[in-house]
Nanobody, 122 residues
Framework: QVQLEESGGGLVQAGGSLRLSCKASERAFSRYGMGWFRQVPGKDREFVAA???????TYADSVKGRFTISTDNTKNTMYLLMNGLKSEDTAAYYC????????????????WGQGTQVTVSS
C-alpha cells in the first residue's frame, strides 16, 4: 500500500511562487512515475503534470512554462514548483501514483494523497 502526503500549499499573491511536496511511503514512482492533479469545488479533478520513470515530464497546457515537476529519489519525494501563479491556479492539489504509463486521466491513477490547498489572490 502506497501512502502519499502533500505539503507546501498556502495563500500567495498573483505572480508569486509556491513549491509543493509529495512524500511517498516507499519508492512509489519506480515503475511508471508520479503525477499532480488539481481540483476546484464542482469541477472534475484535472491533470497538472507528471514525471515518468524514463525521466520525461508532461504538463498541462495551462501550466506549461510556469510549473516544474521534479523528484528526489533519495527522499521518496516529488515536487511541483509553481511560478507566475494566477488566480485560476487556485485549487486543491493532489499527488498520485499511476497504474499505467503516460496517462493524464485521473482514473488511471491508483493512489492519491489527501491534497493541499493553493489559493492565489489577485
Amino acid at each position: 500500500q502506497v501512502q502519499l502526503e502533500e505539503s507546501g500549499g498556502g495563500l500567495v499573491q498573483a505572480g508569486g511562487s509556491l513549491r509543493l511536496s509529495c512524500k511517498a511511503s516507499e519508492r512509489a514512482f519506480s515503475r511508471y512515475g508520479m503525477g499532480w492533479f488539481r481540483q476546484v469545488p464542482g469541477k472534475d479533478r484535472e491533470f497538472v503534470a507528471a514525471t515518468w520513470s524514463s525521466g520525461v515530464t508532461t504538463y498541462a497546457d495551462s501550466v506549461k512554462g510556469r510549473f516544474t515537476i521534479s523528484t528526489d529519489n533519495t527522499k521518496n519525494t516529488m515536487y511541483l514548483l509553481m511560478n507566475g501563479l494566477k488566480s485560476e491556479d487556485t485549487a486543491a492539489y493532489y499527488c498520485a501514483v499511476p497504474s499505467a504509463a503516460w496517462s493524464k486521466h485521473r482514473y488511471d491513477y491508483r493512489y492519491w494523497g489527501q491534497g493541499t490547498q493553493v489559493t492565489v489572490s489577485s
